[in-house]
Nanobody, 122 residues
Framework: VQLQASGGGLVQAGGSLRLSCAASGRTLSSYAMGWFRQAPGKERELVAGISRGGGTYYIESVKGRFTISRENAEDVVDLRMNSLKPEDTAVYYC?????????????????WGQGTQVTVSS
C-alpha cells in the first residue's frame, strides 16, 4: 500500500484544516488507520485513529476539535481539524495497520505516508 498525505499548511489559531490520506495498491478497508504527528523535539504520537469497523480514537487534547473519517469506496481517510491551536503545530503522518483495531504504538503500523506540515500561528 502506498499512502499519500496532503492538506497541511499554515493557519491562524482558531482556524481549520483538512488532511487527507489517499491509498493506492490496496484498499484501505483492510486496514486500521491512524494519524500521527511529530512536533520538533518530541516523539511521534497517535492523534486519531479509526478501526476497520469504524470505531474511532482521539487523544484527549484534540477531542471535540478533530474528526477522523474514512471513505472506503474512495480509499481515503480524512482528518478534519477545527479550532486549531499553536500546540497542534507538527508534521502529520497517516499510517495503515494490517489489523482490526487502532494501536497507539507506531511500530504496530505497516505502511506510512510522507508527512505533511501543519503550522498554527498565534
Amino acid at each position: 500500500v502506498q499512502l499519500q498525505a496532503s492538506g497541511g499548511g499554515l493557519v491562524q489559531a482558531g482556524g481549520s484544516l483538512r488532511l487527507s490520506c489517499a491509498a493506492s495498491g490496496r484498499t484501505l478497508s483492510s486496514y486500521a488507520m491512524g494519524w500521527f504527528r511529530q512536533a520538533p523535539g518530541k516523539e511521534r504520537e497517535l492523534v486519531a485513529g479509526i478501526s476497520r469497523g469504524g470505531g474511532t480514537y482521539y487523544i484527549e487534547s484534540v477531542k471535540g476539535r478533530f474528526t477522523i473519517s474514512r471513505e472506503n469506496a474512495e480509499d481515503v481517510v480524512d482528518l478534519r481539524m477545527n479550532s486549531l491551536k499553536p500546540e497542534d503545530t507538527a508534521v502529520y503522518y497517516c499510517a495503515a495497520r494490517a489489523g482490526w483495531w487502532i494501536e497507539a504504538d507506531e511500530n504496530e503500523y505497516d505502511f506510512w505516508g510522507q508527512g505533511t506540515q501543519v503550522t498554527v500561528s498565534s
